[in-house]
């Protein structure tokens, strides 16, 4: 096992509560990589002897972003409906229904390809664990593959059999149910750590949500739910009866709603990309945050409701338009994300912390909002090995 030390880091987050502040920030700071892992954080004046360093001239470290709702298994392009949108159209839910028929039509080569690019693209702006979903597929043979390609890329895949009813069910939305939790189930399971449903009008009512996610914990399969995106509805409060890791959206709570995911300790996943390309109003993260509520920042990358890969992005937004400070922005898109996917491992850099860190071309992480758009990822540790 060779050691790397990185010296001459500006500042270094290591989300390290510890330390007092939200972030754990170190100045003029040091770091140890030990293999895969963080071996040593501290001072430059402190750090210990390695087999190499590296001097980062006074850029900034901070964790990898922990990127915990993605939709990456997907073929063709909506940019035609996003036109649309832009020009008074309202989002519905179902413009999936385009996306299954170009992603049934796909082969595995340009599903696993596309999926290869989009991680790519991921990583070079500084993400170093996802979450990928399948949803496009809607068939037990398509449902299957796409979480069978998903895990080519990452452990965090999440089964969403219950994206939509697909258009050949649409009289038989309770046979579509039965399928997502009977055989499209079994097939699913062996490639899945978790399981969604999207609880919304227009998808899937608490019911028919409760029953898919009973189905798939009775599996193993943890918990999470896309919820409250579009109106108040029943998505949140089933999340915090069933358990769940997380509910993602949040975009319309009421005060009981903000209550359940304090009390059960429930992540709020928020996705402003999404209101940003959809042009939707934010959800109130400033009163999630102050009720105490874990929140986490995702990009929700798909090709429909907004397809952007970018963590940075998000947390532009969550600063500029939900009243995120920086901190509290980079913390969710860090800690927040970790915490929606219960990885201890990740979203930290403190001894024995697996080793994935960006390193921003800037002397802050408060670059990351107040310079929105640059591309400031220099480079991105995954497990150690720059990538
Ligand atoms: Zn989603």
Known sequence: MTSL?????????????????????????????????????????????????????????????????????????????????????????????????????????QLTANVSRLVTEMRRQGTTTVEIKSGYGLTVADEARALAIAGQFTDETTYLGAHVVPSEYADDPAGYVELVTGPMLDAAAKHSRWIDVFVERGAFDADQGRAILESGIARGIQARVHANQLGEGPGVQLACELGAAAADHCTYLTDADIDALASTGVVAGLLPAIEF?????????????????????????????GYSSSMPFCIALAVREMHLTPAEALWSATAGGAAS???????????????????????????????????????????????
Request: proline letters at 7%; hydrophobic letters at 40%; glycine letters at 12%.
């Open 5 to 109: 030390l990185l010296t001459g880091i500006g500042s270094l987050v290591t989300n390290d509560p510890a330390r007092g502040d939200l972030l754990g920030e170190v100045q003029d700071a040091a770091l140890v990589i030990d293999g895969s892992k963080v071996g040593w954080v501290g001072s430059r004046r402190d750090a210990p002897a390695a087999d190499a360093a590296l001097d980062l001239g006074g850029r900034a470290v901070i964790p990898g972003f922990v990127d915990s709702h993605s939709h990456l298994v997907f073929a063709g392009d909506r940019s035609e409906e996003f036109e649309a949108r832009m020009t008074g159209t309202p989002y519905s839910a179902g413009g999936i229904r385009t996306t299954v028929a170009a992603t049934r039509a796909a082969t595995d080569e």
């Open 277 to 305: 390309s959809t042009r939707s109003p934010y959800p109130d993260a400033r009163r999630l945050i102050d009720a105490g509520v874990t929140v986490a920042l995702a990009t929700d990358c798909n090709p429909g409701s």
């Open 341 to 387: 996917l219960r990885r201890t491992d990740v979203g930290h850099l403190t001894p024995g912390a697996r080793a994935d860190l960006v390193v921003l071309d800037a002397p802050s992480h408060l670059h990351l909002s107040y310079r929105p758009g640059v591309p400031l990822v220099s480079q991105t540790f995954i497990a150690g090995r720059p990538v």
